[in-house]
Structures are given as C-alpha cells and as structure tokens.
C-alpha cells in the first residue's frame, strides 16, 4: 500500500521566515495530497491541498508544490506568523477515494517572534 | 469549528473492559472514515463506510472492534476488550463522496486512555 514519508520531524523558523515541509510518497496511483495542522490538544483542521493535474498551487500564505517524477510534494509557508506554530501533517489518497488518506508523521512547525 | 461531531470527547476504561466511541458526520456526507492517532503521531486508518456499508477495514478492526454506520447522520466505534495499546485519539472524517470532488472534514477526537 502507499507509504508517506514526511522528512522533517521538527522545524523551527523565525517569525517572517518560510517554512518548507517536504514529503515523498510511493504509490504512482496517488493524485491527492492534502495538509492539514493540528494544533494541541486539537483534531485536525485542513490547510490546503493539491491534485495531481497540476504542480503548484497557492493560497494566501501557503504554497504547494508537487513533483509527480520524484514522487514528492512539500508545502511552503511564507511570512510566517508565531500562530502557525502546530504540527503539519501530509497526506495521500488516490482519486477513486480521496478520504481514505495516507498520512506522513508529522512536523512539529514551531516559529519564534 | 468541526462539522463532524464525535462523542465523547475523552473516555476512560479499564483493560478488558468495552469501549464506544460516536461520530455524526457532516449532513450530506456519505463516506465515512476513522483513524487511530497516538501520541500526535501519524494518523493510521481504522475503516472506511460508504452510504453505511463498511468497504474497507484493517485487519485490527476485524478482530477486536465493532463499527457500524447504522444511518448517515450517526455512526459508532467499539473495541470489544480494550488494551493498554488501544489508548488513542480516535479521530472520525466525513466527506461528500469518495470521488474527487472533495474536501474531508474531520472530528475533534475522542480520546481513550485505557488503564
């Protein structure tokens, strides 16, 4: 089955810095690849996702960036901000289910002021 | 706030003893999914329902859980003798379909401790 490994564990940046989060994963099959941010204590709230059809995407604050050869896909945080501190999560799922997700193990963002 | 409504949010219970975890997906969701969380580590998929039919499960929950989907607006988790190493956050997801049109919304967790 589809594997998702997210590279960076822990992450420290300086508030106004970017902040990149890589992930790889194995399947070819996979064309969803969602992130999500879970902050302490709380369930997981959706950041931004991109699909297969295209390699960036971008929304506000927040880049994604999809490499379908190297099978890798990273999510860019600009302009960081001290509450974008949290543990970001990536996932994988393929088309015909894109709910049933693949999620890497986390990286603990934590942004300094 | 979470669309998708678990309950209860925290629940405590001996080993041996059983366990029952709900979750009200979004109004209008037919997919149904749950995840084992533990230690804020990687989500692990538990088992997937689709207009209440479970079509996809681990081999965990085949053996020492029970979950139903009886409607679509309620739908439950049980572990029928609970292990130290089921102390989780339980987290429940929903989403419209399982195509692509779609976003997955997910609950705030239940979360067992079991001693």
């Known amino acids: 089955g589809e594997k998702v490994e997210q590279h960076e564990s822990t992450l420290s940046v300086r508030e106004g810095d970017s902040a990149v989060i890589n992930c790889t994963y194995t399947?070819?099959?996979?064309?969803?690849f969602p992130w999500y941010k879970q902050e302490a204590g709380k369930s997981l709230h959706f950041v931004i996702d991109?699909?297969?059809?295209?390699d960036r995407k971008q929304s506000q604050r927040l880049i994604v960036l999809l490499d379908k050869k190297a099978k890798r896909f990273s999510l860019h945080i600009t302009a960081t901000q001290p509450e974008d501190s949290a543990i970001y999560f990536c996932?994988?799922?393929?088309?015909?289910?894109?709910?049933?997700?693949?999620f890497g193990d986390g990286t603990v963002l934590t942004v300094k002021p | 706030d979470a669309a998708v409504t678990q309950k209860p949010r925290y629940l405590i219970k001996m080993k041996g003893q059983e366990a029952e975890m709900k979750c009200i997906p979004e109004?209008?969701?037919?997919?149904v999914f749950w995840y084992q969380q533990k230690q804020s580590k990687e989500l692990k998929f538990l088992i997937y329902?689709?207009?209440?039919?479970?079509?996809?499960q681990i081999d965990m929950v085949k053996e020492r859980f029970s979950a139903v989907c009886p409607s679509s607006s309620l739908c439950s988790l049980g572990i029928r003798t609970c292990e130290a190493e089921d102390s989780a956050l339980y987290l429940c997801?929903?989403?419209?379909?399982?195509?692509?049109?779609?976003?997955?919304?997910f609950g705030k967790g239940t979360r067992l401790t079991v001693v």
């Open positions: 997801s929903s989403s419209r379909d399982r195509g692509r049109s779609t976003e997955v919304f």
């Open positions: 109004k209008g969701h037919t997919a």
């Open positions: 996932a994988a799922s393929m088309d015909t289910n894109t709910g049933k997700l693949t």
């Open positions: 329902f689709q207009n209440q039919q479970p079509l996809d």
């Open positions: 399947d070819t099959a996979s064309s969803y």
């Open positions: 991109i699909r297969s059809n295209v």
